[in-house]
C-alpha cells in the first residue's frame, strides 16, 4: 500500500530533550516536506526536501533540521524542543512538488 | 513574501447546497500552483483540487470546482451538492516555482459542517 509513515504518533517529552520523528514513504517520492498545524494558523512548513542531501527552509526552521540520506526517509529532529514546539506535525511527499503531496497520519508532540 | 488568506473560519451548509469557500493570495510571481486540501475529523490531508496559474480555464473534480481569478488574485472553492462527508476544514494553498525554491504556503483553513 501506498503510503507515507510518521512515528511516534503521539510523543509527550519535556524541554531540552533532543527528539526525532521519522517519515518514511514507499512510493519512491523526490519532494518530501515537513508541516506543523496549529489552532488559527493553519499549515505552516518547517522544511522540504527536493532529493537526497538537498534540504531548504519552509516558513518555520527555527529550532528544527531535518537531514535526508535516502529517499525514502526524511527525518524531523529537535535539538532543545521548547513548549512553543507543541504541535500537530506532519509529513508529505509527493513525486514532484508541483502535484499532489501525500500527507503522513500527523504526529502529536506535547513539550513541557 | 506570499500570504494566503482564508476570510471564512466557519462556515456551514444544507445537504445538497452549494457552498462556496473563499480564498484570496498575495504574489508577485507569474508561475505558481494552487491548491484546496481538505482535513477530515481523522485528520488525513487529502487533495481536493489543483489550479495551475498559466491555466485559463478553471479546474474541476466531480462535485468542487475552482474559480480562478489570476488578476484578483482570487482563488474560490465551490462545493455543489453538499454531502455530510463533506464536513472538514478545509485549506487553501500556495505554491511558487521560481528559482529553485518549492516553498509551500497554506491558509488558516475554513471549517465546513454540512448539516442534514
Redesign the interface.
Known sequence: EAQVTQNPRYLITVTGKKLTVTCSQNMNHE?M?W?RQDP??????IY?S?NVEVT?K??VPEGYKVSRKEKRNFPLILESPSPNQTS?Y?C?SSLW?????F?G??TRLTVL | AQTVTQSQPEMSVQEAETVTLSCTYDTSENNYYLFWYKQPPSRQMILVIRQEAYKQQNATENRFSVNFQKAAKSFSLKISDSQLGDTAMYFCAFMKHSSGTYKYIFGTGTRLKVLA
Request: glycine letters at 16%; charged letters at 15%.
Open positions: 519532494y516536506s508541516y488559527g494558523l493553519g499549515l505552516r512548513q522540504y527536493m531548504d519552509g516558513d500537530l506532519f508529505a512538488p508541483v502535484i499532489e503531496q500527507f497520519p500527523g
